[in-house]
């Protein structure tokens, strides 16, 4: 079907407010993840869903930041009190099922631009 | 804890000529290795993957890379450059216990020179 879609492609947001970013990963991939892109730090891992839960959060960088996954599909990533330094691109992937070899590719969405002024 | 360096943050290739790209590696379990294409404003699509299997491995788009254990690397080619390889490229590795996540390298910026 369709690839991973992500919702809104951009958002401008100021200082201090909340924001939701959306992922519709492939429809039956059961694995999902957040990543952020940004100038001063790269390409960094965020979160990890497989199904609904989220054994890997690591990546999180404080607790402003959540994220949940529901039906085994959509996820949200929550930013709450935006911070200027959360300007990034979020990038959400899903594959088929992670595990042991071979491999399950990741799939790219092509991320939400988010700016805080 | 595994990582990737990338050597070269921009590299300028005339087009027809060799494109090499490189990438090490550290890690202290076999890795999973990965190398992303990233176009402008779009997401990662991903080139080719080394999990264990050949060292020389082929991906789209006429790219390859080779595995080699004793220099640590995993350095991406193409023979021959086209003008719409210009994009960035990112070397990664996977947590391979797992859950797969990907630890990506600084990522090397291709301008194809006409």
């Known amino acids: 079907g369709a690839g991973v879609s992500q919702s809104p492609s951009n958002k401008v947001t100021e200082k201090g407010k909340d924001v939701e970013l959306r992922c519709d990963p492939i429809?039956?991939?059961?694995?999902l993840y957040w990543y952020r892109q940004s100038l001063g730090q790269g390409l960094e891992f965020l979160i990890y869903f497989q199904g609904n839960s989220a054994p890997d959060k690591s990546g999180l960088p404080s607790d402003r930041f959540s994220a949940e996954r529901t039906g085994g599909s959509v996820s949200t990533l929550t930013i709450q009190r935006t911070q200027q330094e959360d300007s990034a691109v979020y990038l959400c992937?899903?594959?088929?099922?992670?595990?042991?070899?071979?491999?399950?590719?990741?799939?790219f969405g092509p991320g939400t631009r988010l700016t805080v002024l | 804890a595994q990582s990737v360096t990338q050597l070269g943050s921009h590299v300028s290739v005339s087009e027809g000529a060799l494109v090499l790209l490189r990438c090490n590696y550290s890690s202290s379990v076999p890795p999973y290795l990965f190398w992303y294409v990233q176009y402008p404003n779009q997401g990662l699509q991903l080139l080719l993957k080394?999990?264990?299997?050949?060292?020389l491995v082929k991906g789209i788009n006429g790219f390859e890379a080779e595995f080699k254990k004793s220099e640590t690397s995993f350095h991406l080619t193409k023979p021959s450059a086209h003008m719409s390889d210009a994009a960035e490229y990112f070397c990664a590795v996977s947590d391979n216990f797992g859950n797969e996540k990907l630890t990506f390298g600084t990522g090397t910026r291709l301008t194809i020179i006409p």
């Open positions: 992937a899903s594959s088929s099922s992670p595990g042991p070899p071979p491999y399950n590719e990741q799939f």
């Open positions: 080394y999990t264990s299997a050949a060292t």
């Open positions: 429809s039956g991939h059961t694995a």
